[in-house]
């Protein structure tokens, strides 16, 4: 009895282990603002709150580049070495709040302004499904 189970179990974990997996990439979510930006404050009140608590926020790696100044968000003392090659792609390096996804190191989404928030989930939500 303790053999045949034994078989049972080998091979259902033999199967699972061989059957095909889909490799989900890794995503980032960049969010970039500025502390007197009113629309990044806006988004901060009204927006972050559902976003931390979205199953998109625990599927991504999320980081938040702020600084003081708005006008200042894109120098590079704000920006994690590892992500200024994504900011250096950006057709644009100014607007805030800005909303970047990566994934796979390709920019997906790319985002700016309260109101682009909505599309910017969206992105989030097709990156990681």
């Known amino acids: 009895m303790l053999a045949r189970r034994t078989l049972v179990l080998g091979t259902m974990l033999a ?4 059957s095909p997996v889909r490799a989900q990439g890794k995503v980032t979510v ?12 806006t988004w901060k ?18 980081v938040e580049i702020e600084s003081p100044k708005l006008r200042e968000a894109y120098r590079d003392r704000y920006w994690p070495a590892a ?3 994504i900011r250096n792609r950006l057709p644009r390096q100014s ?10 190191g390709e920019i997906v989404g790319n985002e700016w302004g309260d109101g ?9 939500r ?3 499904s």
Not at 30 to 41: H, R, S, T
Request: charged share 25%.
């Open 83 to 85: 992500l200024q090659p």
């Open 45 to 62: 009140n009204q927006k972050k709150a559902e976003w931390l608590a979205s199953p998109e926020r625990s599927k991504v790696e999320y």
């Open 116 to 124: 682009d928030w909505a599309r910017a989930w969206s992105k989030i």
């Open 15 to 18: 199967s699972t282990s061989l």
């Open 95 to 104: 607007g805030t709040p800005r909303f970047i996804v990566v994934k796979d």
């Open 30 to 41: 960049i969010y970039v603002g500025g502390w007197d930006c009113p629309p990044c404050i």
């Open 126 to 128: 097709a990156a990681v």
